[in-house]
Protein backbone atom coordinates (compact mmCIF):
# COMPACT_ATOMS: atom_id res chain seq x y z
CA UNK A 1 0.00 0.00 0.00
CA UNK A 2 1.38 3.52 -1.21
CA UNK A 3 1.80 7.10 0.86
CA UNK A 4 -0.42 9.19 0.10
CA UNK A 5 1.24 12.34 -2.05
CA UNK A 6 1.94 15.18 0.67
CA UNK A 7 -0.37 18.54 0.42
CA UNK A 8 1.80 21.24 0.38
CA UNK A 9 -0.77 24.12 0.83
CA UNK A 10 -2.48 21.80 4.03
CA UNK A 11 1.36 21.53 5.75
CA UNK A 12 1.58 25.13 5.18
CA UNK A 13 -1.76 26.25 6.68
CA UNK A 14 -1.04 23.68 9.54
CA UNK A 15 2.65 25.10 10.16
CA UNK A 16 0.71 29.14 9.94
CA UNK A 17 -1.81 27.81 12.52
CA UNK A 18 1.05 26.76 14.79
CA UNK A 19 2.95 29.94 14.39
CA UNK A 20 0.21 31.81 15.81
CA UNK A 21 -0.79 29.60 18.33
CA UNK A 22 2.99 29.91 19.94
CA UNK A 23 2.99 33.36 19.21
CA UNK A 24 -0.40 34.18 21.28
CA UNK A 25 0.86 31.75 24.22
CA UNK A 26 4.26 34.17 23.91
CA UNK A 27 1.65 37.32 24.39
CA UNK A 28 0.34 35.37 26.94
CA UNK A 29 2.94 34.83 28.91
CA UNK A 30 4.49 37.86 29.08
CA UNK A 31 5.03 39.84 31.70
CA UNK A 32 3.43 43.23 30.73
CA UNK A 33 0.65 41.81 29.41
CA UNK A 34 -0.08 39.86 32.36
CA UNK A 35 0.57 42.80 34.79
CA UNK A 36 -1.53 44.75 32.38
CA UNK A 37 -4.63 42.15 32.64
CA UNK A 38 -4.75 42.41 36.44
CA UNK A 39 -4.67 46.30 36.33
CA UNK A 40 -7.45 46.10 33.76
CA UNK A 41 -9.61 43.12 35.76
CA UNK A 42 -8.93 46.02 38.70
CA UNK A 43 -10.19 48.63 36.62
CA UNK A 44 -13.37 46.79 35.32
CA UNK A 45 -13.81 45.81 39.14
CA UNK A 46 -13.99 49.26 39.79
CA UNK A 47 -16.27 50.22 37.42
CA UNK A 48 -18.81 47.18 38.21
CA UNK A 49 -18.60 48.15 42.10
CA UNK A 50 -19.46 51.71 41.07
CA UNK A 51 -22.37 50.76 38.90
CA UNK A 52 -23.60 48.45 42.10
CA UNK A 53 -23.35 51.84 44.26
CA UNK A 54 -24.73 54.02 41.91
CA UNK A 55 -27.65 50.91 41.49
CA UNK A 56 -28.14 51.03 45.27
CA UNK A 57 -28.57 55.36 45.37
CA UNK A 58 -31.20 54.59 42.70
CA UNK A 59 -33.41 52.26 44.94
CA UNK A 60 -33.16 55.13 47.50
CA UNK A 61 -34.65 57.55 45.49
CA UNK A 62 -31.56 59.38 44.37
CA UNK A 63 -30.13 60.09 41.43
CA UNK A 64 -27.71 58.89 39.13
CA UNK A 65 -26.54 56.45 36.02
CA UNK A 66 -26.47 53.33 36.72
CA UNK A 67 -24.62 51.88 33.42
CA UNK A 68 -20.68 51.77 32.74
CA UNK A 69 -20.34 55.95 31.52
CA UNK A 70 -22.08 56.44 34.56
CA UNK A 71 -19.76 54.81 36.46
CA UNK A 72 -16.63 56.05 34.59
CA UNK A 73 -18.03 59.59 34.48
CA UNK A 74 -18.28 59.23 38.52
CA UNK A 75 -14.34 58.50 38.08
CA UNK A 76 -13.43 61.42 35.65
CA UNK A 77 -14.94 63.57 38.35
CA UNK A 78 -12.83 62.31 40.86
CA UNK A 79 -8.99 63.58 42.33
CA UNK A 80 -7.01 62.30 39.60
CA UNK A 81 -9.50 60.96 37.50
CA UNK A 82 -8.18 62.05 34.22
CA UNK A 83 -5.03 59.45 35.16
CA UNK A 84 -6.84 56.98 36.29
CA UNK A 85 -9.13 56.54 33.30
CA UNK A 86 -6.05 56.52 31.00
CA UNK A 87 -4.32 53.49 32.72
CA UNK A 88 -7.67 52.13 33.02
CA UNK A 89 -7.51 52.28 29.01
CA UNK A 90 -4.36 50.95 28.43
CA UNK A 91 -5.26 48.27 31.46
CA UNK A 92 -8.38 46.71 29.86
CA UNK A 93 -6.91 46.76 26.57
CA UNK A 94 -4.22 44.47 27.82
CA UNK A 95 -6.71 42.46 29.67
CA UNK A 96 -8.35 41.83 26.34
CA UNK A 97 -5.11 40.93 25.41
CA UNK A 98 -4.64 38.66 27.63
CA UNK A 99 -8.03 36.99 27.32
CA UNK A 100 -7.60 36.66 23.82
CA UNK A 101 -4.34 34.89 23.60
CA UNK A 102 -5.61 32.33 26.40
CA UNK A 103 -7.57 30.78 23.55
CA UNK A 104 -4.31 29.28 22.70
CA UNK A 105 -4.19 27.52 25.68
CA UNK A 106 -7.85 25.52 25.74
CA UNK A 107 -8.50 22.37 25.60
CA UNK A 108 -11.32 19.71 25.10
CA UNK A 109 -12.63 16.53 24.77
CA UNK A 110 -13.49 17.17 21.23
CA UNK A 111 -13.56 19.69 18.95
CA UNK A 112 -16.86 21.13 19.44
CA UNK A 113 -16.49 22.27 23.26
CA UNK A 114 -12.96 23.55 22.21
CA UNK A 115 -14.59 26.02 19.65
CA UNK A 116 -16.60 26.73 22.43
CA UNK A 117 -14.10 27.62 24.52
CA UNK A 118 -11.71 29.37 21.91
CA UNK A 119 -15.07 31.64 21.40
CA UNK A 120 -16.16 32.51 24.47
CA UNK A 121 -12.09 33.74 25.04
CA UNK A 122 -12.52 35.77 22.22
CA UNK A 123 -15.86 37.14 23.28
CA UNK A 124 -14.61 37.64 26.77
CA UNK A 125 -11.50 39.73 25.43
CA UNK A 126 -14.00 41.67 22.18
CA UNK A 127 -15.93 42.69 25.63
CA UNK A 128 -13.19 44.10 27.16
CA UNK A 129 -11.94 46.19 24.88
CA UNK A 130 -14.87 47.48 24.51
CA UNK A 131 -14.93 48.53 27.48
CA UNK A 132 -11.56 50.04 27.56
CA UNK A 133 -12.58 51.91 24.35
CA UNK A 134 -15.73 53.11 26.12
CA UNK A 135 -13.47 54.44 28.74
CA UNK A 136 -10.70 56.04 26.05
CA UNK A 137 -14.34 58.03 24.85
CA UNK A 138 -15.04 59.17 28.37
CA UNK A 139 -11.29 60.78 29.08
CA UNK A 140 -11.41 62.51 25.85
CA UNK A 141 -14.45 63.93 27.29
CA UNK A 142 -16.71 62.19 24.35
CA UNK A 143 -20.43 62.53 25.30
CA UNK A 144 -23.58 61.83 23.91
CA UNK A 145 -25.69 65.56 22.69
CA UNK A 146 -27.86 65.42 25.85
CA UNK A 147 -31.60 62.92 26.43
CA UNK A 148 -32.86 64.89 23.90
CA UNK A 149 -30.48 63.47 21.20
CA UNK A 150 -30.88 59.71 22.86
CA UNK A 151 -34.56 59.84 22.57
CA UNK A 152 -34.54 60.56 18.68
CA UNK A 153 -31.82 57.68 17.88
CA UNK A 154 -34.15 55.16 19.62
CA UNK A 155 -36.85 56.47 17.88
CA UNK A 156 -35.35 56.34 14.49
CA UNK A 157 -34.15 52.66 15.62
CA UNK A 158 -37.86 51.30 15.98
CA UNK A 159 -38.82 52.73 12.88
CA UNK A 160 -36.82 51.20 10.72
CA UNK A 161 -37.31 47.11 10.26
CA UNK A 162 -33.68 46.75 10.17
CA UNK A 163 -33.41 48.76 13.65
CA UNK A 164 -35.67 46.28 14.87
CA UNK A 165 -34.43 43.47 13.71
CA UNK A 166 -31.06 44.38 14.88
CA UNK A 167 -32.80 45.34 18.60
CA UNK A 168 -33.99 41.91 18.49
CA UNK A 169 -30.47 40.72 17.44
CA UNK A 170 -29.20 42.85 20.19
CA UNK A 171 -31.59 41.92 22.92
CA UNK A 172 -31.68 38.05 22.41
CA UNK A 173 -27.72 38.39 22.77
CA UNK A 174 -27.88 40.53 26.10
CA UNK A 175 -30.36 37.97 27.80
CA UNK A 176 -28.45 34.55 26.78
CA UNK A 177 -25.28 36.18 28.31
CA UNK A 178 -27.33 37.26 31.88
CA UNK A 179 -28.40 33.86 31.37
CA UNK A 180 -24.78 32.06 30.67
CA UNK A 181 -23.65 34.17 33.84
CA UNK A 182 -26.82 33.37 35.91
CA UNK A 183 -25.59 29.41 34.92
CA UNK A 184 -21.62 30.18 35.39
CA UNK A 185 -22.67 31.74 38.36
CA UNK A 186 -24.82 28.58 40.17
CA UNK A 187 -22.22 26.06 38.71
CA UNK A 188 -19.30 27.89 39.96
CA UNK A 189 -17.86 27.48 36.35
CA UNK A 190 -15.57 30.63 37.06
CA UNK A 191 -13.51 28.73 39.38
CA UNK A 192 -11.52 27.86 36.47
CA UNK A 193 -10.47 31.36 36.18
CA UNK A 194 -8.62 31.37 39.55
CA UNK A 195 -5.32 29.38 40.99
CA UNK A 196 -6.58 27.11 43.74
CA UNK A 197 -7.52 28.88 46.87
CA UNK A 198 -8.34 27.44 50.66
CA UNK A 199 -9.63 28.07 53.67
CA UNK A 200 -11.51 31.46 54.61
CA UNK A 201 -10.03 33.20 51.13
CA UNK A 202 -11.82 30.22 49.11
CA UNK A 203 -14.85 30.80 51.09
CA UNK A 204 -14.81 34.85 50.57
CA UNK A 205 -14.12 34.69 46.70
CA UNK A 206 -16.43 32.25 45.84
CA UNK A 207 -19.43 33.39 47.56
CA UNK A 208 -18.92 36.75 46.21
CA UNK A 209 -18.31 34.97 42.52
CA UNK A 210 -21.33 32.95 43.12
CA UNK A 211 -23.54 36.09 43.93
CA UNK A 212 -21.62 38.45 41.56
CA UNK A 213 -22.29 36.24 38.40
CA UNK A 214 -25.69 35.52 39.38
CA UNK A 215 -27.22 39.11 39.85
CA UNK A 216 -25.16 40.47 37.21
CA UNK A 217 -26.80 37.65 35.42
CA UNK A 218 -30.46 38.56 36.26
CA UNK A 219 -29.65 42.33 35.36
CA UNK A 220 -28.51 41.37 31.78
CA UNK A 221 -31.86 39.16 31.03
CA UNK A 222 -33.49 42.26 32.32
CA UNK A 223 -31.94 44.26 29.88
CA UNK A 224 -31.49 42.36 26.83
CA UNK A 225 -35.83 41.32 27.73
CA UNK A 226 -36.73 44.94 27.99
CA UNK A 227 -34.86 44.96 24.30
CA UNK A 228 -36.58 42.05 23.10
CA UNK A 229 -39.80 43.68 24.09
CA UNK A 230 -39.03 47.37 22.71
CA UNK A 231 -38.38 45.45 19.07
CA UNK A 232 -41.77 43.10 19.17
CA UNK A 233 -43.92 46.32 20.22
CA UNK A 234 -41.79 48.75 18.34
CA UNK A 235 -41.70 51.20 21.25
CA UNK A 236 -38.61 52.87 21.69
CA UNK A 237 -39.50 53.61 25.74
CA UNK A 238 -37.97 50.06 26.10
CA UNK A 239 -35.01 50.99 24.49
CA UNK A 240 -32.21 51.36 27.06
CA UNK A 241 -28.55 49.77 28.53
CA UNK A 242 -27.57 48.33 31.72
CA UNK A 243 -29.04 51.91 33.25
CA UNK A 244 -32.48 50.89 32.04
CA UNK A 245 -32.59 47.22 33.32
CA UNK A 246 -31.83 48.16 37.02
CA UNK A 247 -34.35 50.58 36.60
CA UNK A 248 -37.21 48.46 35.58
CA UNK A 249 -36.31 46.43 38.78
CA UNK A 250 -38.05 49.52 40.68
CA UNK A 251 -41.70 49.43 38.44
CA UNK A 252 -41.96 45.12 39.99
CA UNK A 253 -43.70 44.92 43.22
CA UNK A 254 -40.75 45.18 45.82
CA UNK A 255 -38.79 46.76 43.18
CA UNK A 256 -36.33 48.71 46.09
CA UNK A 257 -35.99 45.59 47.46
CA UNK A 258 -35.50 44.29 44.11
CA UNK A 259 -32.71 46.93 42.64
CA UNK A 260 -30.92 46.79 45.84
CA UNK A 261 -30.37 42.97 45.77
CA UNK A 262 -29.32 43.08 42.47
CA UNK A 263 -26.92 46.70 43.03
CA UNK A 264 -25.59 44.36 46.03
CA UNK A 265 -24.53 41.61 43.58
CA UNK A 266 -22.97 43.90 41.01
CA UNK A 267 -20.76 45.34 43.80
CA UNK A 268 -19.92 41.79 45.10
CA UNK A 269 -18.72 40.94 41.22
CA UNK A 270 -16.61 44.06 41.17
CA UNK A 271 -15.16 42.60 44.37
CA UNK A 272 -15.05 39.42 42.60
CA UNK A 273 -12.60 40.78 39.96
CA UNK A 274 -10.55 42.15 41.96
CA UNK A 275 -10.10 39.29 43.95
CA UNK A 276 -9.42 37.44 40.51
CA UNK A 277 -6.52 40.19 39.76
CA UNK A 278 -5.11 38.47 42.84
CA UNK A 279 -5.46 35.17 42.46
CA UNK A 280 -5.04 34.86 38.76
CA UNK A 281 -4.41 31.15 36.99
CA UNK A 282 -2.78 31.69 34.32
Known amino acids: MTDL ?148 ADAAIVESPVGLFLLLAVGTTVAIIGGGLVWRGVRRNFREELRYLWGPTKVIVLTLGVFGHTMKGVAFLVTGGLLIAAAVFADSRWVGGLDAGLRYLLTLQSGPVLLNVVAAGLIAFGLYLMARAAFLRH
Open 5 to 152: PADPVADRAIDARERMKQAAQRAHRNRSVRASARLGLLANGLVHALIGGIGLRIANGESGEADQLGALSAIAGGPGGAAVLWLSTVSLWGLALWQGTNAAFSVAPNRRILVFRRSLNVGKALGFALLGTVTFAVVLGARSGGPEVVRE
